[in-house]
């Protein structure tokens, strides 16, 4: 009996296996912010303490796929209030990782602010993901009277109907969903209306939080990134440590700005090759 269960079992698992890819993971550097106060990144930081960010697209390849997690941006409207150094765009910078834009079949957004979703328009062939409610939210209800678009680009609303009209888009309905295999994307950080992150599996597992999670200090100490509101500070905490399981351990949970990935993971030029 036992054999027998085990000779039913075993395909079973190895089937499984061989359905998910061995993902590649690399983050790539497209710009750095100097000067940025910690405050607005960890929440209850020193005021004035204040450090270089910098500013990243990951590009995952596997199972026949180019993703991008983000995409950078190219538009200079937040430019003033942002401002950046050593720039390079995104469909430039992909090339340094020996990727054509063209050949960018997937891009997923974490979330809708001009630094992750500007991007779009510089990859004619990838489809975008983005989180159902994100998608209505900041194409509709935030440039309503009482609505919040602060760091939303109306040029990038527009790209994502446009996108949409083309077919182009596909829209995550809600949280722990596989949108490739060995990929699942995740809500509940609350960094804009619906933000998502995503878990990569493999051996090991990591997970990319994007600004959902912007410093790694923000794992260390459990201290909260920006959030869509004060009242989401809780709630971003509590996902911050539910990348950590997810991941298997802190180390293999990747922030979204932190320049110390480009430490951890052995790094040649504006490339970090992380998995």
């Known amino acids: 009996m036992k054999s027998y269960l085990l000779a039913c079992i075993i395909p079973i698992l190895l089937a499984a296996s061989a359905s998910t890819p061995e993902y590649s993971i690399q983050a790539i550097r497209y710009a750095s912010s100097p000067n940025v106060p910690v405050s607005e990144l960890v929440i209850g930081a020193p005021k ?3 450090i ?3 500013m990243v697209i990951w590009l995952i390849r596997g199972g026949g796929h180019t993703i991008l997690f983000d995409s950078g941006f190219h538009r200079d409207t937040f430019i003033k209030d942002f401002p950046v150094t050593d ?9 340094l990782a020996a990727v054509k834009p063209e050949e960018v079949t997937d891009i997923v957004i974490s979330r809708a ?11 004619p062939k990838a489809n975008v993901w983005i989180q159902k409610e994100e998608y209505r939210y900041y194409t509709m209800d935030a440039w309503q009277p009482g609505g919040q678009h602060g760091g939303i680009e109306p040029e990038d609303a527009k790209q994502l109907v446009q ?8 829209l995550v309905d809600g949280d722990d969903v596989e949108i490739f295999p060995g990929i699942r994307a995740y809500t509940g950080a609350r960094h804009t209306y619906a933000s998502q992150y995503l878990r990569v599996e493999g051996n090991p597992n990591f997970v990319l939080a994007s600004d959902n999670c912007y410093l790694y200090r923000n794992l260390s100490f ?11 500070h809780p709630a971003n905490i509590a996902a911050q440590s539910r990348m950590i ?4 351990s802190a180390d293999r949970v990747v922030p979204g700005h932190d320049a110390l990935q480009f430490q951890k993971f052995p790094t040649h030029g504006r490339i970090a090759q992380i998995k």
């Open 245 to 248: 399981e997810l991941a298997g």
């Open 113 to 123: 602010h001009w630094d992750h979703l500007g991007g779009i328009d510089l990859f």
């Open 222 to 232: 459990h201290m909260a990134s920006a959030t869509f509101s004060d009242a989401d």
């Open 52 to 54: 270089e960010i910098t």
């Open 87 to 95: 720039y390079l765009r995104p469909d430039e910078a992909v090339r």
């Open 48 to 50: 004035d303490e204040k």
């Open 163 to 170: 996108l949409n009209t083309e077919g182009r888009l596909r």
